[in-house]
């Protein structure tokens, strides 16, 4: 008999999300994590999270409403800002609202959670081997501070550890799943926390996001206020070959370019992080074997938010393990549902903005400033795609008119391959197979697009 059903690697909100939704449904989880138990949920993020996500976690597992001690502030909407910061959509609406909130206290919240649902937490513990016995994952070998070494049996493991992935990549060649992931699908990011004394922040509920291809390709620089007096700045980019570090242009741009900047500032945190933002890992299990979160790169891959999708991943991981113990088969083909389920739910909109990525990775600034100048793109339509994966600029009649008019027709062309690319892409996911017999002849269907998508 195993030691446990389920042991979990890494207690981030994946992880603990999962480890939630399987004590909650009587099975013997263990939830481990490297990290010491009160430092748990400390990492290098933006810190802000929609409204949305929370409320779906409530309808699936019965998450309870997030503690009022949590959340810094109320956010009501995000503005995004051309390269040539004169000009700005806001984006609001009921899909914009959310939170910013201190990520030490909800990363605790978290595991306290799983804790008090039934999960044994264990902290301050190496995930360090994935053990198996007659091909198939059985447990996991793990090391303690005492340095002591320990295997542990369970029915199913689940990979939570982050962007390392660290237990994925440890899989064997023939398991259908995906051991590494392309330099190009990264985002890199540097980030500080200020407390801003003697610069007071207007519309601390209000988001910011600057684009600027020439600093920040494929990325932005994010001004998140939490409060009047604090604030949460950063800059991702993708992992590109030549790309610069971001701490690099967090210096040279970031530092010289902000009023808030020319001030006194005290500094919070500091520190760099990286994100995986791409279409989830086309399988999430194997035999025994489960995917959740940023190790199944569940993030969003145009903003990289990815608490959200992480806590999604996990309860629905968690609803699909939870079904297979009590049919006490936990093959692939037994867990292969959290799959489909993921896919649709957020997988088929992920893929479609992967897309929109490769396609904004390609437009100049020149392009931006020309797009938001001229008023081509509405708030409403870019809140639109963010949301549903589907692109609608560019297909009015408004948009036709300005681009042609002003020479930019390459640009409509590309906008109008590009939605067309998303809805294809979308379309695959929702059709993704019931059966892991079916994920070759699937994986076959998905290369022409992406190969189309990054030539664009
Ligand atoms: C700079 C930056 C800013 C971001 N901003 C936002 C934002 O504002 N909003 C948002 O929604 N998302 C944001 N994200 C993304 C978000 O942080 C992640 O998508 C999310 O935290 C993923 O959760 P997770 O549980 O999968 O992984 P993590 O939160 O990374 O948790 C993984 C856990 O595994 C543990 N671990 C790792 N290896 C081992 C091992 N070998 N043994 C045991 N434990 C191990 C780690 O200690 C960690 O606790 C940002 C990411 C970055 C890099």
Same mark, same amino acid.
């Given at each position: 008999?195993?030691?446990?059903?389920?042991?979990?690697?890494?207690?981030?909100?994946?992880?603990?999300?999962?480890?939630?939704?399987?004590?909650?449904?009587?099975?013997?989880?263990? &939830?481990?994590?490297?990290?010491?138990?009160?430092?748990?949920?400390?990492?290098?993020?933006?810190?802000?999270?929609?409204?949305?996500?929370?409320?779906?976690?409530?309808?699936?597992?019965?998450?309870?409403?997030?503690?009022?001690?949590?959340?810094?502030?109320?956010?009501?909407?995000?503005?995004?800002?051309?390269?040539?910061?004169?000009?700005?959509?806001?984006?609001?609406?009921?899909?914009?609202?959310?939170?910013?909130?201190?990520?030490?206290?909800?990363?605790?919240?978290?595991?306290?959670?799983?804790?008090?649902?039934?999960?044994?937490?264990?902290?301050?513990?190496?995930? *360090?081997? &994935? +053990?198996?016995?007659?091909?198939?994952?059985?447990?996991?070998?793990?090391?303690?501070?005492?340095?002591?070494? *320990?295997?542990?049996?369970?029915?199913?493991?689940?990979?939570?550890?982050?962007?390392?992935?660290?237990?994925?990549?440890?899989?064997?060649?023939?398991?259908?799943?995906?051991?590494?992931?392309?330099?190009?699908?990264?985002?890199?990011?540097?980030?500080?926390?200020?407390?801003?004394?003697?610069?007071?922040?207007?519309?601390?509920?209000?988001?910011?996001?600057?684009?600027?291809? +020439?600093?920040?390709?494929?990325?932005?620089?994010?001004?998140?206020?939490?409060?009047?007096?604090?604030?949460?700045?950063?800059?991702?980019?993708?992992?590109?070959?030549?790309?610069?570090?971001?701490?690099?242009?967090?210096?040279?741009?970031?530092?010289?370019?902000?009023?808030?900047?020319?001030?006194?500032?005290?500094?919070?945190?500091?520190?760099?992080?990286?994100?995986?933002?791409?279409?989830?890992?086309?399988?999430?299990?194997?035999?025994?074997?489960?995917?959740?979160?940023? %190790? %199944?790169?569940?993030?969003?891959?145009?903003?990289?938010?990815?608490?959200?999708?992480?806590?999604?991943?996990?309860?629905?991981?968690?609803?699909?393990?939870?079904?297979?113990?009590?049919?006490?088969?936990?093959?692939?083909?037994?867990?292969?549902?959290?799959?489909?389920?993921?896919?649709?739910?957020?997988?088929?909109?992920?893929?479609?903005?992967?897309?929109?990525?490769?396609?904004? &990775?390609?437009?100049?600034?020149?392009?931006?400033?020309?797009?938001?100048?001229?008023?081509?793109?509405?708030?409403?339509?870019?809140?639109?795609?963010?949301?549903?994966?589907?692109?609608?600029?560019?297909?009015?009649?408004?948009?036709?008119?300005?681009?042609?008019?002003?020479?930019?027709?390459?640009?409509?062309?590309?906008?109008?391959?590009?939605?067309?690319?998303?809805?294809?892409?979308?379309?695959?996911?929702?059709?993704?197979?019931?059966?892991?017999?079916?994920?070759?002849?699937?994986?076959?269907?998905?290369?022409?697009?992406?190969?189309? %998508?990054?030539?664009?």
């Amino acid at each position: 008999m195993a030691d446990y059903d389920v042991v979990i690697a890494g207690a981030g909100t994946g992880g603990a999300t999962t480890a939630y939704t399987l004590a909650k449904k009587g099975h013997s989880v263990l &939830l481990l994590d490297r990290k010491e138990r009160d430092e748990i949920g400390n990492k290098t993020c933006g810190d802000a999270i929609g409204q949305h996500h929370i409320q779906e976690l409530k309808e699936l597992v019965g998450l309870p409403d997030m503690p009022a001690g949590i959340i810094e502030h109320d956010v009501n909407g995000i503005d995004l800002i051309a390269p040539d910061r004169e000009h700005r959509l806001r984006m609001a609406g009921p899909t914009t609202k959310g939170y910013s909130f201190n990520r030490l206290k909800m990363g605790q919240w978290f595991v306290d959670l799983a804790e008090d649902a039934g999960a044994n937490v264990m902290a301050s513990t190496r995930a *360090k081997r &994935l +053990e198996f016995e007659g091909g198939r994952v059985s447990g996991l070998k793990i090391g303690t501070s005492d340095d002591s070494e *320990k295997s542990i049996t369970a029915r199913i493991v689940v990979d939570a550890t982050g962007a390392t992935g660290m237990l994925r990549r440890q899989l064997p060649d023939e398991s259908p799943i995906e051991k590494t992931i392309d330099k190009a699908d990264i985002m890199v990011a540097w980030r500080d926390i200020y407390r801003t004394p003697q610069y007071e922040f207007e519309n601390p509920d209000i988001l910011e996001i600057y684009w600027n291809q +020439e600093e920040t390709l494929g990325g932005y620089t994010w001004v998140f206020p939490q409060g009047t007096h604090r604030v949460n700045v950063g800059v991702g980019l993708m992992t590109l070959p030549g790309h610069r570090k971001p701490q690099e242009i967090f210096d040279s741009f970031v530092r010289t370019s902000w009023e808030f900047m020319e001030t006194p500032v005290e500094t919070i945190d500091s520190s760099g992080g990286i994100a995986p933002v791409r279409r989830p890992i086309d399988t999430l299990v194997d035999d025994n074997f489960m995917l959740v979160g940023d %190790a %199944a790169c569940q993030v969003n891959p145009v903003h990289g938010g990815g608490i959200g999708s992480s806590m999604l991943g996990g309860a629905l991981a968690g609803l699909t393990a939870s079904d297979a113990l009590e049919r006490n088969e936990t093959s692939m083909k037994s867990l292969w549902p959290y799959n489909p389920r993921y896919m649709e739910a957020y997988g088929a909109k992920q893929a479609s903005l992967d897309v929109f990525r490769w396609f904004l &990775l390609n437009i100049t600034n020149e392009d931006i400033d020309f797009a938001f100048e001229k008023g081509i793109i509405k708030a409403s339509d870019l809140l639109d795609t963010s949301m549903t994966g589907k692109m609608k600029i560019g297909t009015g009649e408004k948009f036709r008119r300005l681009v042609s008019g002003f020479g930019k027709l390459p640009l409509l062309l590309r906008v109008s391959k590009v939605a067309k690319l998303m809805d294809d892409i979308r379309e695959l996911y929702l059709d993704y197979p019931e059966e892991p017999s079916g994920l070759a002849g699937w994986k076959a269907r998905l290369k022409p697009i992406y190969d189309e %998508a990054k030539a664009i």
